[in-house]
């Protein structure tokens, strides 16, 4: 059973390498040579340009180009050209520890429940990786929701002109909460096993990052409602659009301030005084009062974004 491993990336070839490099110093232990890395440029300007990175002799490396199209789209091409029958999404910020990609592989070949897609944790890459603590599970969980940054399955899993991920849907996040809920509907498991870990290199996650996360995953939201409505079924998806659609009115506090923030157009404003003591923060949890209301105000601003380029019918 080969293994075929699908990296789309735009606009970084700086992060790529490094990226490819932690894949290539992967634990490789019988997963049968050669291991197939197919990059996909999704429009990249200048277009990328590998020809000095040399895989090791058990990795077979090729480049795939093609106007951009988004990461879905880009997700895609690579799915279709590849020749392995387990598939690994990479995210091209993401670099794998050693035993990652025989993690990915080894759970397909022996699992006797074949049809199931898996992915692992990425914790940010400033923070490092010291191990799970005891209050992580030591065993793949059951999940609704799923998360490309290094994601695996069978391509088997997918039949008849079917494609993972909607190619029509142009914003990231948007993708991955179509196809976790066509997964759903098919009763094929979401499987999230914290020891299979890869780094995220992103900047320091400070309020003012968050609040673009958050920009991000509200235009996937208003993408969602004009293209495909019946995604937002899946599980939490429906209540975090109500609570934060910016046209429909609730008589609650936290939506009435968000609304301010959103239609008055202050969310730049707020941002530019918070930057003046912003600092790193381990994780979303530790937002401050003050920093939830910037990241929620900021996902209602992306579902209002969306919603004013793209009126629904």
Partial sequence: MQLSVVIPTYGRSQKLPATLEALFQSDCTDIPPPIEVIVVDDGSQPPVDLNLVQPPPNFLLRVLYQSNQGPGAARNTGFLHASGEVVL?????????????????????????KLFVL???????VEGFSGLSESQSQVPQRVSHVASGHLSLRKSLFSDGELPYASYLRTPVAEEYEMAYRLTQKGVPILLDPRIVGLHHIPPQTIEYFCKREYRHGLALGELMHKSPEALQLEGLNQILERNHPYRFRWQLSWLVKAVVVHGRLLRWLLAITRLWDRPLPSAE????????????????????????????
């Fill in 89 to 113: 999404f990479l995210d091209d910020d993401v670099t794998l520890l050693p035993d990652a990609l025989r993690r990915h592989y080894t759970a397909h070949k022996e699992s006797t429940e």
């Fill in 119 to 125: 992915y692992g944790i990425y914790p940010a890459a």
């Fill in 286 to 313: 530790a937002l401050s009062l003050w920093g939830r209301l910037l990241t929620g105000s900021a996902l209602m601003a992306g579902i209002h974004a969306y919603l004013r380029q793209k009126p629904l019918s």
